[in-house]
């Protein structure tokens, strides 16, 4: 099986005289997510990892996020991997979680790990929710000689970064464009690898970049900042949606009220950035899908300053439909002076689950 492949190939290299003994993995996307398939069989040569942009699950972060085939992305990976069609046809006829996903799934034995390791992800990665759930699954369950002992780095990157400096319709920022030096994979494989006393081990646990406003202007964001866990510590803080499509703190007055939308299945709303593989990535302007009459968008009032939102963010939507099933995306956006709204994150959630 998938992880018997994965020890064997680390033992045989062990063994190898191209090597001394001692292991470490490197890699990212589906390089990192072999990483993370091979981790649980908990070969005794492998010390140490470095993971890139990988789904720790792949039912939740790869192909059913939010309980919705990732179609293009989907039919583009296995397009490359998988020539035989049924394997697409398979796939697509798992809709739920079950014991062939499972098989796929590293969280749930995040216990068998015993090594530390690095996880690197982008604020617009497809498979940035599977690097933050592999880390704390590892960091908080792992085994010994894993958990307490992982690293958790997010830049304001896309996944092909550091290919590509291109955030969306912007760059990535100056002091972005590199991996933070003490997170780069030379100390780490030294440490672990060759025992040398660099203090790596002493890194905060988790490196995470505050963006800033893309297009340059000042603010307090644009800056690495550190923390000890995910999610740092924070203040939640619950904005409201209002019938007059007003966005602000206050509790609605009248228990009930609501606005209504036809949503037509063959005129699907469209993906434009956001969190893709193969499709273009990052911050963009959403205002051609917020112009659509099958969607319904809430403003604030103007930002008079800085608002930092860093976490978690969470959507409680109460609503209605004449159908059985539906797809609910919700978007959230920083609407700038000139009135481009710029794709901050967003999701997709299918009800009939």
């Not at 018997?4 to 997510?33: C, H, M, R």
């Not at 993370?36 to 990988?54: D, E, R, V």
Request: with cysteine; hydrophobic share 35%.
């Amino acid at each position: 099986g998938r992880e018997q492949d994965g020890y064997d190939t680390v033992e045989w290299l062990a063994k190898s005289p191209f090597t001394d003994g001692n292991i470490g993995t490197i890699g990212f996307s589906a390089l990192g997510i072999v990483q993370q398939m091979m981790a649980p069989a908990a070969p005794p040569s492998l010390k140490c990892q470095y993971i890139g942009f990988a789904a720790g699950s792949i039912f939740h972060h790869a192909a059913f996020s939010g309980g919705q085939l990732l179609k293009h992305q989907v039919e583009g990976w296995l397009g490359y991997y998988a020539k035989d069609p049924s394997i697409y046809e398979y796939m697509r006829g798992q809709p739920t979680y079950n014991d062939f996903w499972k098989c796929f799934d590293t969280l749930e034995v995040a216990h068998r790990i015993r090594v530390p390791a690095i996880q690197y992800g982008g604020w617009y990665d497809v498979f940035l929710q599977g690097t933050i759930d592999a880390f704390g699954a590892r960091q908080e369950y792992g085994g010994e000689g894993a958990k307490g002992r992982q690293k958790l780095v997010i830049g304001p990157w896309v996944h092909e970064w550091p290919r590509t400096q291109k955030l969306g319709q912007f760059e990535v920022p100056k002091n972005a464009q590199q991996m933070p030096a003490e997170y780069t994979p030379g100390p780490w494989f030294a440490h672990y690898l060759k025992g040398t006393e660099n203090k790596v081990e002493d890194l905060p646990a988790v490196t995470y970049y505050v963006m800033g406003p893309f297009d340059g202007s000042p603010s307090n964001g644009n800056v690495w900042r550190h923390a000890n866990k995910w999610p740092i510590p924070a203040v939640l803080t619950s904005f409201y949606l209002q019938s007059n499509h007003l966005l602000n703190k206050e509790k609605p007055q009248k228990e009930v009220e609501s606005l209504s939308y036809v949503s037509d299945p063959t005129n699907p709303v469209p993906t434009k950035g956001g969190r893709n593989l193969f499709l273009e990535a990052g911050p963009m302007d959403q205002r051609e899908i917020e112009s659509r009459d099958d969607v319904v968008v809430f403003t604030s009032d103007l930002l008079s300053e800085d608002t930092e939102i860093t976490g978690d963010v969470f959507a409680k939507i109460y609503f209605s439909s004449d159908q059985p099933d539906t797809d609910v995306g919700i978007r959230l956006c920083d609407v700038y002076p000139d009135g481009r709204s710029i794709l901050i994150l967003d999701s997709m959630h299918r009800t009939g689950l």
